[in-house]
């Protein structure tokens, strides 16, 4: 993938990221703030814990830091997938947000 194609999918990412905090603000009693700098989205929940999203843009990766663990996540032609098999990234932010506020929490392309 060229630089140009990277960058293109992984700032629709971001503004996904940005656009889900929104609706699920609007639609539910959660209280997610999301802050974002340049290539990094950081998400703070009410309980004041935090998941951080961030470009990696040598690696042409986006890596995600949730409480469970640190993920690498690499476009496959279609979605952003762990390096490590672990899924595809909006259902594991949806996962580790829901496990670190402890009510659902879904995040969408």
Request: charged share 20%; aromatic share 10%.
């Amino acid at each position: 993938m060229t630089d140009p194609d990277y960058l293109d999918h992984a700032e629709a990412l971001l503004l996904a990221i940005e656009l889900s905090c929104d609706r699920i603000n609007d639609s539910s009693d959660a209280d997610v703030d999301n802050q974002r700098v340049g290539g990094m989205v950081t998400l703070t929940f009410a309980n004041r814990s935090q998941i951080v999203v961030n470009l990696q843009k040598p690696l042409q990766e986006v890596w995600m830091a949730a409480r469970s663990g640190g993920f690498h996540f690499r476009w496959d032609g279609r979605c952003w997938l762990d390096t490590k098999g672990q899924g595809e990234f909006f259902s594991l932010l949806s996962a580790c947000a829901t496990e670190q506020v402890g009510q659902p929490l879904l995040f969408s392309s």
